[in-house]
């Protein structure tokens, strides 16, 4: 695994640092046990009152001070069914914090030892938790463009046509001068389906750039559900006529984003599914928006495992 070296410093998580920090399967245990239950203590249901539970020995669990019930760090999240070692988990976790491209179960496979589908099986549950969920974009600028992945294509350039095969539709909108992205993948790029996510994602009385795509021209004049307008500042660049920047009229900056996966999914995943395409965007989507933090993005997928624990 080649960490990119232009990486600061401090912000630098290596290999060697990983396994300094969690040596063995009991270190990620006990790493998860102060993240869900600091300092061990937590509500015990047979004791019906909070308190401090010690660790186990040869198994995986802490027991109620008390009462001795015993509860596993690892309940509810998605390493629980999981005969995989814990540190293979925290090890895939650190890979797919670790690049900006994308990284292949094969390589997982190779490194740790796990077979294939196991490692297939890892990544897209950790990509499961990737998603952006209810995430805002607080202007005050935003790009919006759409864009299709996958399949083959007749022609390079241009929108789809006939003969194509089966491309997908996906819309992303990024927040200029180092903000976040959301994309999505959508039934097709159609003024009602542009709408609905822009409603929900873009801050009202943001300005809007997007291309001259004619699903974009109701983004000046949309309302909320009371009639009130949104107050979106809309211009637009004519690609048609071969003008991408105008001044600050652009959409570079989500153009960087869909290179960014497109040339991922094509070098480390060759193709992927309409079905799994919304869970890889969620995980480039997750790198993007935590550009700054180095490769210490392997803290953030953790956090996200203990906050999703059902
Ligand atoms: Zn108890």
Redesign the pocket.
Known sequence: MKVKQSIPKELRFTVAQFYKKFPDDDACLEYLKEKRYPGGITH?E??QHE?KHHRVSGRPAYS?D??G?MISPMAGTIFEHSSTPLQTWFYAMYLMGSTRCGISAKQIQRETGVTYKTAWRMFRQIRSLLSEGDMQLEGPTVEIDETYVGGTRKYAKGRPMRGDKVKIPVIGIVQRNGGKVYAQVVPGITADELTKVVKERVTPGSTVYTDEYPSYDRIGTLTDSKGKPLAYRHRRIRHKDGVYVKGDIHTNTVEGFWALVKNGIRGVYHQVSPEYLQSYLNEYAFRYNRRHEGNQQFNAILERVCERAS
Do not use: A
Request: hydrophobic share 0%; net charge positive; glycine share 0%.
């Open positions: 015990c047979k004791c308190r109620c008390h009462c019930k």
